[in-house]
Structure formats: C-alpha cells, structure tokens
C-alpha cells in the first residue's frame, strides 16, 4: 500500500522546536524527490521545502534558517527540523511527493503562548 504517514506535529510556544517527520511506504522511496507543504487555517496549500534524491535541499524564504529538511533513504522517512516557530506557522503540514501525486494525511502544528 503506497502511503506517507506525518507524525510529530503539537502544540509549542512562539521561539520553540519541533520535528516533524514522514515515514514512506510501498513505492521506491530512495528515488522520489519529497517536499513539505503547508496549509495555515482559511489559507491556501503553502510550499515549504523539498529535497531531491541527492539530497540537494530548497526552502521557501519564510523557512530559510529556520527550517531543514533532511531524509534517510534506507528507512524511508523525511524530516522537518523546525526552529524559532511563529504563530504564523501554525497550520497543517504535509508530506508529499515532489510532483504532489502522493500526500499525507498532514500532522497539526499549533504556535502558540
């Protein structure tokens, strides 16, 4: 069964961390480029990160700094360190394949005091 399943998302303070990660299953990984996007409340899907299978990383300029993404193409998953968090980036963050054709069910993130 082809899936992305999203885990780490919660509540966390203005400044905190979180991690946020994906774990992939049931296609060829290793050889798919992924992202993180994002869907803040009321808003609209928001392109966060990408990685392709070199590694390679991108980031939306609201990320960069702040945000890095990495993967382990030997357990399938991709990851979302997240710093100095903003009540701006609360939102529903997903996993997806670069092309988009595979989501998440997405992981909640809450910024807030």
């Known amino acids: 069964q082809v899936q992305l399943v999203e885990s780490g998302g919660g509540l966390v303070q203005p400044g905190g961390s979180l991690m946020l990660s994906c774990a992939a299953s049931?296609?060829?990984?290793?050889?798919?480029?992924m992202s993180w996007v994002r869907q803040a409340p009321g808003k609209g899907l928001e392109w966060v990160s990408g990685i392709n299978v070199g590694h390679k990383t991108y980031y939306a300029d609201f990320a960069e700094g702040r945000f890095t993404i990495s993967r382990d193409n030997n357990k399938g998953t991709l990851h979302l360190q997240m710093t100095t968090l903003e009540p701006e980036d609360t939102a529903l963050y997903y996993c997806?394949?670069?092309?988009?054709?595979?989501w998440g069910q997405g992981t909640q993130i809450t910024v807030s005091s």
């Open positions: 049931g296609f060829n990984y290793s050889s798919r480029s």
């Open positions: 997806s394949t670069w092309g988009h054709d595979l």
